[in-house]
Every structure is written in structure tokens, then in C-alpha cells.
């Protein structure tokens, strides 16, 4: 094999990860080598070579000068007929996107360690994973999803991928880790938690494989994979996850898993099942059907698509819906949930400022980098997708009787991909729905997608026998949910303040001011410490009970200190807006048409 890796770790306690490139067939005219800049699920420019701290090239044992073009290439001499390079990755980013090391394990994706060979990314390669020099003891095992070639019974060995895209999709966790098994559509599943944890595993492992069959047996058997492996880092705060062709990353934290002798799905459970979802939803929305402008993947520049309302939001809607389908959680359970998400958008004026599409097209530089006046400018596509997911799902069922469902497009567009491997146009779904309905939605698609006008929400859901009523919330931490049956009925007043604080020494710390809110009007602004209303002193549990003590007032006295220097203003004292949604079912059999499995046409 022509392109070989070695990967090590010599110095766990400096962070550091080893990696050796053998070249027996570099490019003669001087062969360019490239870390991508970004990788694929996580569509920010992260410049992962930041991280290379050392490299070096030789050739038959005589070294020799690489030639730095940018922040991520490098070109060797020309006239070479082999080549070594060996480079140091500091890996200290304790999350699913890049590599972290430590005494008490490793984990990397490829983007993060493997150098592109420049004109020869459709070569195979191998890998050597190495044990780490500190495991004196052996303790360590090998998780990944890699093709093993000779490997011993801890994992550690060789290792080959077809090509360089499938070398950068796989993972690899390396430690004294927790592993669980299980078998969904007849496919070997292998769940890998990393991290001091105990809870009931045996629960996991079945409401895991309840989760993969149903999706398996959702876009028909067989998956598109021979094994697949949940790779979970527990730790003490962090969530979030990142999905692979056979495998996917996770980060939660042990409030996250079932207690042992506790049946309940808790709310912290219920997002860890969701989290497994959607990124089990993955394997066939995005990383098998995917946008055309991400085949192939250009991964030292942003690739842009209008596209993730589809690939995140349709898997956002699909990850909750599958949990009730399968059992896992009630109908009333899944409306709540889907309350909340309701009640999500609808407090975020950026949906009045930013298309879904747009978001989607700037996720770039907007999504993915989040500031204080994130929620006035962004909406998101996860979010606001899945809802326009459910729209989606009773206008075609509406258009055609029932017989074409939302269900219907996501299987045209797998057979789609298995018959041809191709990505989709930008506006490729909605020819999809049209040709499975026989009518056009480009009326609804042009405003859901391409607009800030609100969703036809109250339609859908009466569609599928749900009520949808919007109350003021309850307080600043309410985010909706199940909520008592009389709770539309409150009349008592309930204040807002209209911006998100934090504990901080001496009050509260502002981080996000709501536009148009009574913290906007009274000149408060992210970043100021909000020490006294009306006189008395504040932390965040104090706000809500203060604003409501003064609920007859039109407004108070506020003082906070900005960059050291102390000001007073006054806070208008106003209403909450009715931006929670409550859903009640007022037609049983049809939630149960909409919450049960069907029969896609």
C-alpha cells in the first residue's frame, strides 16, 4: 500500500499525538500534503492544523525541507521517489469534532490527524494504531469502526480505509472503556462509553436497539454498514454528538443515563434517546443522501448549501417522532417534547429576520458562531426544519388522502441514492414532493423556505388532531413542555424581563437581550452585571419573584455596572408575550394516524 499512518502517543501528559506518513509513491513534481480545515457534520472552518505544534520530512533516511503554502499545506521537494513525514498533534479539545488525549484515554477524527495526499485521495491507505507508550499495563482497547487487518485482541494493530474520505469517517477511541453489545436489523452494534459512569445498562442497550431496528426497518433492511458503534464520552458538563458512515461521537453527561432501578424517562434520558436518534437518522439522511455540493466534500474551504433545512431539520422531526413510533416515550410524552421545540423558535425574533435557508447557507460564520445577539439574527434549521417537517407531513397527507406521507419522501429519496449515489439539487425535495403528490407545493415551500412569514403551525397540528395555544411562560426558566390542564386559564400576571442572566458576584451577568424586550428598552446589554432592581439586591433566582412583587408598577429602577463603571436606567414592567406553546389533543384518532407507523405510498 502506497500511503501508510502510524499513529502513537509517547507523551499523554503533554496532549500530544504522534502520526507518521509513508509515502511510496509521492508525487514527483513535489508532492502537496493538506490537513482539512473543516469536517463533515460540522460545518465551521476550525482549522484543525492550528494544532500541528511539529513536522518534519525525510527521504531514504535524508531529511528534507517542506514548504509551508497556507495555514494547512504543505508541499515536499520535487524528484522524490518516497517520503516520510512525521508531525505532533496537540490534542486538548474535549469534544466530538476534533482529538483529545490524556493518561486516561484518546480519541481523534481523522481530520484532525491524517494529512490529505494531494492526487491521491481514491488510493487505499492503512493504519497503524499504536498502544500508548504510558499503557504499561495494557489496560486499553481499540473502538473504531475502521476495517481491521491484523489487529490483536485489545484493537491495536492495522487498520485500511478504500479512500481518504472513508479514512476521515471513522473515529477512534482508545482507553479503559465500558462496552456494550447488541444486534439491530441483524447488524452488530457495539455501545462504547468512556468516562466514570454507572447506570442500567441493560435499559440502554434495549432502548438503543428498540431505536436501530425501527429506523433500519424504516428505510428497509439491509443498513447500509456491517457493524456500527456509539462512541460516548461521559463527562461532568457537555452535550452534543456527530454522526459517521458506521459509527457516531457523543458527549453527555451521567445525568444523562437511566439510574439503575429507576424506570422513568426522565427528561436528561429522553434527550440522550434523542441525541441516539437523530444521529442514527444520520446514517442515511446526510451521510449516504446528501447535498450535490458536498460530493466530494471540499474540506479546506467552506462548501455552501441551502440544503441542512432538509438534513437537519427533517432529522431533528424524525429523531422524537421515531421515540414515539417505537414505543419509547407516550404521545403525550412526544407532545410535550414537541412543545417545546414550538416554543423554541417562536421566542427567537431571528425568525423574523433570517430564512431557514439562509441560516442554513451562513451556518459558516452565524450558526456555528453564536453570539450575544444570536437569538435576534439566527434561526435555526434544526429547529425550525423539524417544524416545517411537520407542516410538510400533514399538507401532503392532506394533498393526497392520507396516502402519501411524509415517510413517502424520505424512502423516494433513499431508493433515489441507491440507485444512483448521487446528491441532491438545492431545490431537488420539493420536485420529489411534487412528483410523489401529483400537485405543487411550491407556494408553501416558497414561504417556509425562502421567507421569514410564519409557518401554517395551527393547520398542521389541527390536521393531526392537536390544538395549538400560546400562553405567556410561567417564568424565566420555563422553556414549555407538559404543562397542567388549567394553565391556560391563569390570569395572574407573569413579567418578564425579556434577557437571559447568569449567577454572577454581586447580582447577575446579562448574557442575551431579547429585541424589543424591557431589558432592550431600558439600555441593557450582554455582558452588563445587573446588581439591583428597585432598590433591592438580585441573583437570578430573585428576578422573576421582583418583577412579579412589582407587577402593578409600569416600571422600576435598575442599576448594573457596565466595563466597571455603575449606571441606573428604568425597566418598563410588562407582560410576558404568549410565546409557549401548549398542545391538547382534541382528536385521538387522528394523533393516532400521525404518531403511529405507516405504510408510505
Known sequence: MTIHYTVGISDANAHLIDVRLSLTNPNPSGQLLQLPNWLPGSYMVRDFSRNVVSITASSKGKNLALVKLDKSSWQAPAGLTELDVSYRVYAWDLSVRAAHVDSTHAFFNGTSVFLQV??????????????????????????????????????????????????????????????????????????????????????????????????????????????????????????????????TALMVTGENLPAVGDSSVSDKYLDFLGLCSHEYFHNWNVKRIKPARFVPYELQTESYTELLWFFEGMTSYYDDLILVRSGLITQERYLGVLSKTLTRVQRGAGRLSQSVTESSFDAWHKFYKQDENAPNAIVSYYAKGALIALCLDSLMRSNSEGRVTLDALMLKMWQRWTETGEGIGEREPQALVADLLGVDLNDFFEAALYSTKELPLDAALAFHGVQLQWTPRLSSSDVGGSRAKDITQNKSCVCWLGANVLDAPGGVRVTHVMSGSPAMRAGLAAGDILIAMSGFSVNKEAVDKLLARFAKLSSIKVHYFRLGQLYQSDLPIEQAPADTAVLSVVDQALVDVWLTPATAS
Do not use: W
Open 118 to 247: 494531494e492526487g491521491q485521495t481514491e488510493q487505499r491507505s492503512s493504519v497503524t494504531l499504536q498502544r500508548p507508550v504510558h499503557d504499561v499495563n495494557a489496560g486499553f482497547n481499540v473502538a473504531t469502526t475502521l476495517s481491521a487487518v491484523t489487529v490483536d485482541a485489545s484493537g491495536f494493530g492495522e487498520y485500511e480505509a478504500t479512500n481518504y474520505d472513508e479514512l476521515i469517517d471513522h473515529p477512534v477511541e482508545m482507553g479503559d472503556f465500558k462496552r456494550l453489545h447488541f444486534v439491530a436489523g441483524g447488524v452488530p452494534h457495539e455501545v462504547v462509553f468512556t468516562g466514570r459512569c454507572y447506570f442500567d445498562e441493560q435499559r440502554v442497550v434495549d432502548d438503543l436497539q428498540r431505536i436501530c431496528d425501527f429506523e433500519i426497518e424504516f428505510f428497509g433492511a439491509p443498513a447500509p454498514y456491517d457493524r456500527y458503534v456509539f462512541l460516548i464520552m461521559v463527562v461532568d458538563a457537555g452535550y452534543g454528538g456527530l454522526e459517521h458512515r458506521a459509527s
